[in-house]
């Protein structure tokens, strides 16, 4: 710094006694302006944490729903045991409602087949390991098929077959069943949806029948998920 006949060479930096030649900022305006700078990155620091906590720090579950169902064969057979000869098609959604967190399977995703309360068949759907990008809808085409799917239906599941078979309309039950761990998260979470459907038997060949969409039921979620 220095000074000479009543003017001075600041260098870049503010001097008291020579403030009238120098061109640098004023000390409290300097002040001023660092102040503001740190309620700045305060402010950003808070809001950072406000959009993380948002993104991943609560779980939004995903929507499970039966977009499309065709049932085109469903007869008991009763010997030597009670099973089904069935086909059945499906279109199943599972949507992750999450906007940053993906959702990675840590068990497979299955789907079983009830008549009755009582499985006859089981699906997979997705493997282990499988990651479910944040925001998007997995579609999961299905064609299911057996010629003896045994179920134990028992005489009360047999007479209550007879009963829809007369009218042509049976009560499916498809019910969802995997593990999945969020991003970001320590937590494994039961992944569970039951989705009961009303299918009206269509043979080949038939008109074929509307369909009309169903959302399915979560199960209540684990602590932490």
């Known amino acids: 710094m220095c000074c000479f006949d009543d003017c001075c060479c600041c260098g870049g930096c503010y001097d008291a006694f020579c403030d009238r030649c120098c061109p640098c900022i004023s000390y409290d305006t300097r002040e001023t302006i660092f102040g503001c700078c740190i309620c700045f990155l305060v402010l950003a620091a808070v809001v950072l944490f406000v959009v993380l906590l948002a993104a991943y720090g609560f779980i939004r579950h995903v929507e499970v729903a039966v977009e499309a169902a065709s049932l085109t064969r469903f007869a008991l057979v009763t010997s030597p045991?009670?099973?089904?000869?069935y086909n059945l098609s499906l279109t199943l959604t599972v949507r992750n409602r999450n906007w940053a967190m993906s959702i990675k399977n840590t068990e497979p995703l299955e789907a079983d087949y009830s008549f009755d309360g009582q499985r006859f068949d089981r699906v997979k759907l997705a493997g282990e390991g499988e990651v479910h990008p944040a925001g998007k809808t997995r579609v999961y085409h299905l064609d299911s098929?057996?010629?003896?799917?045994?179920?134990?239906?028992?005489?009360?599941?047999?007479?209550?077959?007879?009963?829809?078979?007369a009218t042509g309309l049976f009560q499916v039950e498809v019910a969802l069943a995997g593990e999945v761990r969020y991003q970001a998260h320590v937590?494994?979470?039961?992944?569970?949806a039951t989705c009961p459907l009303k299918l009206q038997l269509a043979p080949p060949g038939t008109t074929a029948v509307v369909f009309q969409k169903v959302k399915c039921k979560l199960a209540k979620p684990d602590k932490n998920c």
Do not use: H, R, S
């Open 145 to 165: 098929g057996a010629d003896g799917a045994y179920v134990a239906l028992g005489n009360a599941g047999v007479a209550e077959f007879g009963k829809e078979n």
């Open 187 to 192: 937590t494994k979470c039961k992944l569970a």
């Open 81 to 85: 045991a009670t099973a089904f000869a």
